[in-house]
């Protein structure tokens, strides 16, 4: 189903990018999703800065001054565990387990206010964000987020990308979070692809649940910086 435009520069990408498709003996991917999990303003927005800049120790001194301010603990552990799931979720949970009365929403915005006077910290992270600028017009590539367009936006500005993908998705465009399949299924709708011609990068265990859920195959961020 590849056009010769988008077949030719396939070599181009890493041998253990590539691992995942070839084991399920696929044609090269058509569309290269470059998941970005979070990014929103009332929710985290680490999954985009998570696969292409290395943003986690922000989001985490982010939470920390969040915590402090409003004198809850969150651990790093769970921080961790938690990774892709949006602030106003996160804060839910929180409540649960600490027998908190927390306003997800008022946290999320607060969350998303402290995390901004970081960014001009982000800077890209390789090798997604060179596997993103050698493919840019040469496959089809989107965003496919549970944050928001309007925040989404300002982080690809800042990271010199917001001219690279052919879609970018968002949570405003489906109905449920990870890990359910949604927002990969809706980035491959709009480009026209099937979920079997895609190849989509995660660095969260839940994210990883959600592309595999949509029938993709999935490469997981975290062993290619190992």
């Known amino acids: 189903r590849h056009s010769r435009a988008h077949g030719q520069r396939g070599t181009g990408l890493h041998a253990s990018v590539l691992a995942p498709v070839k084991r399920r003996k696929q044609a090269m991917p058509h569309l290269v999703i470059l998941?970005?999990?979070?990014?929103?303003?009332?929710?985290?927005?680490?999954?985009?800065?998570?696969?292409?800049?290395?943003?986690?120790?922000?989001?985490?001194?982010?939470?920390?001054?969040?915590?402090?301010?409003?004198?809850?603990?969150f651990f790093r552990e769970a921080f961790y565990a938690l990774a892709g799931i949006p602030s106003r979720d996160i804060v839910r949970h929180l409540n649960r387990e600490q027998g908190l009365d927390l306003d997800p929403e008022l946290l999320g915005r607060e969350k998303e206010a402290a995390y901004l006077a970081l960014l001009p910290q982000v800077r890209p992270l390789e090798p997604c964000a060179s596997l993103a600028r050698d493919q840019r017009g040469q496959r089809r590539l989107a965003v496919a987020?549970?944050?928001?367009?309007?925040?989404?936006?300002?982080?690809?500005?800042?990271?010199?990308?917001q001219d690279w993908f052919d879609?970018?998705?968002?949570?405003?465009?489906?109905?449920?979070?990870?890990?359910?399949?949604?927002?990969?299924?809706?980035?491959?709708?709009?480009?026209?692809?099937?979920?079997?011609?895609?190849?989509?990068?995660?660095?969260?265990?839940?994210?990883?649940?959600?592309?595999?859920?949509?029938?993709?195959?999935?490469?997981?961020v975290r062993r290619l910086l190992t």
Not at 185 to 201: I, K, N, S, T, V
């Open 35 to 73: 998941y970005t999990g979070q990014l929103d303003a009332e929710t985290d927005m680490g999954a985009l800065c998570r696969t292409l800049a290395d943003t986690m120790p922000l989001h985490w001194e982010a939470w920390q001054q969040i915590a402090t301010r409003h004198g809850f603990r």
């Open 145 to 161: 987020s549970g944050g928001f367009r309007r925040v989404i936006g300002r982080v690809l500005e800042h990271l010199g990308m």
């Open 167 to 220: 879609a970018v998705v968002t949570q405003d465009d489906v109905a449920r979070p990870k890990p359910a399949p949604d927002i990969f299924l809706e980035a491959a709708r709009r480009l026209g692809l099937a979920p079997d011609e895609c190849l989509a990068f995660e660095d969260g265990d839940l994210g990883l649940a959600a592309i595999c859920a949509a029938g993709m195959a999935a490469v997981d």
